[in-house]
Structures are given as structure tokens and as C-alpha cells.
């Protein structure tokens, strides 16, 4: 007697498919997700690069000075505006209004906005000025392969949308403490420097050297 060819999977056939299953998303699953954090990381440097573009079109304009961290009296420019303000025309971000940044290049791909805050992903060095909070010039600059211009960022009162806020109290987006760094990428930080190549830098290294600043030529131009 002829029996008809089995077409159907016993139990144990399905179980060892759906086993197989889970083994292969277990070691792709890790995967996808590293691949999509290196690709956040490397959007994020990208917007250095971009940045760096921006600062140096800023200082043709400026007779080589840089912009300034924080609001300041007087010095080379006096309007008051601080450096993402000065940047963001270069960066095809004019219309927006004074405190606000509508180019995602000041965004963080893993910073959130809520509601109708305004956030900012990078903080410039708070040293890049002078004592009064003047811009200086580049060629004050000892090291600038050695030292940042814009380090990844977020201010701690505004720590649950991991980003930096803008505050027409303090005027600036700067890097103050270790509170003002972040490590959104796995414990790296995207950093510009002063010669205008984007890198990276360990979040335990800045947080190791940020609470004595002044005494690294990584934070202090005039090293």
C-alpha cells in the first residue's frame, strides 16, 4: 500500500525552525543595533565637519576672530549674539528667529525635542574668549590640532531631553563642567578642534580633565 507524500512539519521539525529563528536574530539583533549607533555617531561627527566649514567662513568675515562663548560688553564685535547665533547663517540657517536653530546640523540624532524647547546638541569651549568674555583672535591659538573648539553637549537642567536648552538668561550653549558633557554614543564624544577636523575624543578622558580645565592644552587654546 502506497502512503501519499508527507507535506506538513511534525512539532518537533517547528520547534527546531522557530530555535534556529531565535538564535539568528539573538546574534543579528546586537548587530543592527551597534551598526546603527556607529552610523548616530558618525552623523554626529559629520555635523562637526560642518560646523568646522561654518567657523572657518566666519572668520574670513571676522578678521580671523572667533566667535564668542558668552554674551560679552565690547571687544572685536559687541552685538551681543553668541557663537551658535553667529553660525547658523552659515550653516543655511537664517530665517529662524534669535534662540532658535531649525538646521539639524545643531541637533544630536538621539537628542529629543519637546514641545517648543530649543535645543542644542554641542557646546563651544567656555575659553574661547577672553577674561571679559571678548572673542580672540585664531592667532592666539598655540595648539589648534590639540585643542576643541565644540564638544558634544547637554546642560543639566535640561537633562531629560539630553540635549543642551537655549536660555536668554545665561546666552550661551558652553562647555562648563562635567555636567555639560555627554556621552550619548557609548562613552564616545564627537569633538571639533581648533585646525577644524572633527574626532573624537573617550568621555572618560573629559570627564577626568574638564574639572581642571585650564591645566590641559585639550581645553585651553594658549597651551
Known amino acids: 500500500?502506497?502512503?501519499?507524500?508527507?507535506?506538513?512539519?511534525?512539532?518537533?521539525?517547528?520547534?527546531?525552525?522557530?530555535?534556529?529563528?531565535?538564535?539568528?536574530?539573538?546574534l543579528l539583533l546586537p548587530a543592527l543595533h551597534q551598526a546603527r549607533e556607529s552610523g548616530i555617531r558618525i552623523s554626529c561627527i559629520s555635523n562637526m565637519k560642518q560646523f568646522g566649514n561654518a567657523y572657518s567662513m566666519y572668520l574670513?568675515?571676522?578678521?580671523?576672530?572667533?566667535?564668542?562663548?558668552?554674551?560679552h560688553p565690547g571687544g572685536a564685535v559687541s552685538d551681543g549674539k553668541v557663537w551658535a547665533e553667529r553660525l547658523k547663517e552659515y550653516l543655511s540657517d537664517t530665517k529662524s528667529a534669535e534662540g532658535t536653530f531649525n538646521s539639524p546640523v545643531f541637533l544630536c540624532r538621539k537628542s529629543r525635542r519637546t514641545g517648543s524647547l530649543?535645543?542644542?546638541?554641542?557646546?563651544?569651549?567656555?575659553?574661547?574668549?577672553?577674561s571679559q568674555l571678548r572673542p580672540i583672535p585664531m592667532r592666539n591659538v598655540k595648539r589648534p590640532g590639540k585643542s576643541a573648539a565644540l564638544v558634544e553637549s547637554h546642560y543639566p537642567y535640561d537633562a531629560e531631553d539630553n540635549a543642551n536648552?537655549?536660555?536668554?538668561?545665561?546666552?550661551?550653549?558652553?562647555?562648563?563642567?562635567?555636567?555639560?558633557?555627554?556621552g550619548r554614543h557609548a562613552g564616545i564624544v564627537p569633538v571639533?578642534?581648533?585646525d577644524?577636523?572633527?574626532?573624537?575624543?573617550?568621555l572618560s578622558f573629559l570627564n577626568a580633565t574638564v574639572t581642571s580645565m585650564s591645566?590641559?592644552?585639550f581645553w585651553c587654546y594658549y597651551y
Open 192 to 194: 571639533l578642534y581648533l
Open 118 to 130: 530649543q535645543l542644542m546638541s554641542y557646546g563651544q569651549v567656555v575659553f574661547l574668549n577672553d
Open 1 to 26: 500500500m502506497k502512503h501519499a507524500p508527507r507535506n506538513r512539519f511534525t512539532l518537533i521539525e517547528l520547534l527546531v525552525v522557530v530555535s534556529i529563528i531565535a538564535i539568528l536574530a539573538g
Open 215 to 217: 591645566s590641559y592644552a
Open 196 to 202: 577644524w577636523h572633527a574626532g573624537t575624543e573617550k
Open 165 to 182: 536648552r537655549f536660555s536668554s538668561a545665561r546666552g550661551y550653549f558652553q562647555i562648563l563642567s562635567k555636567d555639560t558633557i555627554t
Open 60 to 71: 574670513n568675515d571676522f578678521k580671523d576672530y572667533l566667535p564668542p562663548s558668552g554674551k
